[in-house]
Structure formats: structure tokens, C-alpha cells
């Protein structure tokens, strides 16, 4: 069955397989960020000046070093 | 003939990789990127390509040769000159991205005939670069950055491309005059010895990843390049991290699943499998 996970579950379960001891708070950042994402882009009620592109970009970067170490 | 495609960009935060004259990035078919202090090829490429774009503007400008001097005479000349000389490069390290690709062969229009090259203006020869120097320059920076270059690898100095066409069975380009751009830089570091093995394995990993995992970097540097507009660096750094989590899922869900199962009593693990193939 396609898309039985959410976004978050796979990003949980990518961040759990990446980096256990540091999921848990990756994972609460990850959904504040798909939070103000929803906010920004369904009711448009987040100032576009205040989107967090630097954490989203941290994320990012640690998770896609993170990949890339595993192949 | 082939298509080649040369960036020289100036890393003017990143001083030495140190115990490295030359790191190259990657090395595969058609497609090499590296850091080092001097590159003479490269750096011919680019001043002759630049030079050449200086000539053709005098011409367009109405600049005459002065008398009885040819068109290479005075593409020497203006070599010699402040038009022909590259950015100075004694701080920081050049990354070079050399691209090139077999191409049909094809007659150039608006040659100018400088001996031992040549410089075009034909504007149809500029599509047949695409974007792959783009791509691996994104790669080589994105490696960087992963490996404890956050930030440096992105705010570089575009000291010039050079995209030139080579006939077959010979070694004589035609440079192809295209625009150019430039950005600026911050503070300044030194590469060490285990963070360039990093990058090398990065900038490896990156450029055998998948193609939609490619998408990646791309968008990681859009969104430092555009941190200035939150908007557009939020979207891309978004963009990038939902297409990370798309493509790399599947790999990590195996594992997952093995583990969640292998937690479960006996009793409960048909129920599991059952589930995981629904």
C-alpha cells in the first residue's frame, strides 16, 4: 500500500535509523517545522520574514550527511 | 566534437586543505571537481575566455585595432592588460569544475580565428553545456559544507567559466562567449585532513546518489544562497528535505520493520507481516 506512512513517520523512522540518540529531538524539530510549513502554506498565518530556513537547512544538511555515509 | 565546460570559483574563506596540494572531489567520466591553490590550465582557460569577451565588446563598442594589427594582436594585447588577468587568488583555495561531453558534430557560426584557438558567438553552441557544471559545482560545495564548511562553501567567488568546443581529434577550443556571475564571501577557516577525507567521500557519495537525490544539493545551496529572503530559502531548504526523505525511505523502512517485528512476541508477528505487506 502506498503512502501508509505520514511525512513525519518517515522522517521518525529515517532519523531513528540515523541517528537514535539525537531522534527525539530531531523528530520534535522536524515537527514544528512541518507545523509553520501547514500554517504557512494552508491558512497562510506564519510572516514569510520568520520562516525558519536556517534550522530547516540544518536539518537538512545532517540528514542528508547522514545518508550519504550509509551508502 | 566535444563540449567542455570550465568554472574556476575562488573559496576565499577556505585558506589550505591542509596536507592536500590538490583534493580532488570527484573523478568520474566526464566530470571532475577539485581544490587546489594554483591551476594554470584552468586559469588560462578562463583569462583567454575572458579576454575574448573583452575583445568582442571593444568590437561592439566600436573600439577599432589600431593599424595593421590583427585580430590575435590585439587579443594579445588586452591579455596583457587588467581585462585579461584573474581575480587575486593568493587567499583562499580555487575549487575547479571541468565538464565534457561528446556532442553531434556541427559548424560554429561568428568564429574569429586566433591561432592556436578561436572564440564564437554562436548562441545555439551555449545550449549544449546544460547545467551539469552547475550540478557538480553544487555537489563539490554541498560535500564541503557537509564536511564542516557550512556556509564557506556556498559564499565563493565565481572567477569565470570557460565553455569551449573541441573538434574532434584535436586539442584546439573554441570558446564560446556565455554571461557570467559572482558572489561574495565571509569569514575565513582551513580544510583539515580528516574533514577533506570527508568531503571526498561526501562529494563521491553525491555524485553516485540516485538522480532524484541529486535534486538535493541543488536546492541546499538555493536556500543559502537566498537566505537573505526567508521565503525563498525556507521553500527550498523544505523542498530539499521532503525529496531527501522520498528518495532515502525505503532503504530505512526495511530495517524498521525488521526491528519492530523482531520486538514482538511470537504470537503477534504473523499479525506484523501481514500488516507491513497491506
Redo the contacts between chains.
Sequence with gaps: MKDKYRLADKFAIIASALDPAGADQDIAVFTELKGIRDAFFHALSTNPDQLPGETTRRLLRKYLSLHLTQI | MRARSIELYLLPSLTQAIGHDQLVLIDATGRRASLTRAHDEAALHIRRRNTSGALVTSSLVGSECPAGQTPRERFDTIFAGPAGELADTKDGMLLVVDCEREIADRELDHVVDLGDFALSLDAEAGTNFGDMARQVRHTAL?AL??AGF?GVAHDGKMLGIANMMIATGSERPTYIITPQASFTMSSKSSLLPDQAIEAV??AH??D??PKNLRH??RL?AQ??EN?LQ??S??IS??A???I???A??E???A??TASISSALPPSAQNVAAVCAQ?
Aim: hydrophobic share 50%.
Design positions: 554541498t559544507a557537509l557550512e567521500k561526501l557519495a553525491l553516485k546518489a538535493v544539493p541546499l536556500s543559502h537566505r526567508p521565503l530559502a525556507f531548504a523544505w530539499g528535505l521532503e531527501l526523505i522520498g532515502t525511505f532503504r530505512y523502512e530495517s524498521w497491506s
